[in-house]
């Protein structure tokens, strides 16, 4: 059905495994954080970070085939993917890391792509609105504080 699931609580935990080398980790442990409270403040949820445990979702990056389903493809083309909703797998975002991952302008913006693929790990399909964060297609001028994500309320995203 195209009904996409939600996470059924308001906490959800994340995790950061393996690192790209383009940045440092506190830089994109502090990304990572950003895109997700671009998410907290559009909606009830929280999210906590796990060190050691497996969390709602797993953030990766990696390259060509990295276990699940949908190998990246080398630098451009697919820049990440994140799965809906869900145990196991459900919630990962992975990126691929034959991109050059950026704190700015240059290469791909990674707090752009992870608010977008966060999107995807809480349930949200592609807008048409191409100030959307989830437009489809990346364009590296679109900051998403001013670009609305849905907000959330206790009947889901609208
Ligand atoms: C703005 O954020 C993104 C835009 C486009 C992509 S993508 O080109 O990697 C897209 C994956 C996606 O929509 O999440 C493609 F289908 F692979 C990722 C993040
Ligand atoms: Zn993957
Ligand atoms: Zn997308």
């Not at 999107?119 to 592609?126: A, C, I, M, Y």
């Not at 609105?129 to 609208?158: A, D, F, I, V």
């Amino acid at each position: 059905n195209n009904r996409v699931n939600r996470w059924n609580k308001n906490v959800i935990t994340y995790n950061i495994g393996r690192y790209t080398s383009d940045l440092p980790h506190s830089t994109v442990d502090s990304l990572i954080e950003s895109a997700l409270s671009v998410w907290a403040r559009a909606s009830t949820l929280t999210f906590v970070r796990l060190r050691t445990q497996r969390a709602d979702i797993m953030v990766e990056f990696s390259t060509f085939e990295h276990g699940d389903a949908y190998p990246f493809d080398g630098s451009k083309g697919t820049l990440a993917h994140a799965f809906g909703p869900g145990e196991g797998i459900g919630g990962d975002a992975h990126f691929d890391d034959d991109e050059t991952w950026t704190a700015g302008s240059k290469g791909f913006n990674l707090y752009l792509v992870a608010a977008h693929e966060f999107g995807h790990s809480l349930g949200l399909r592609h807008s048409q609105n191409p100030e959307s964060l989830m437009y489809p297609t990346y364009k590296s001028s679109r900051s998403p504080k001013n670009s609305q994500p849905y907000y959330y309320s206790r009947h889901g995203w609208n």
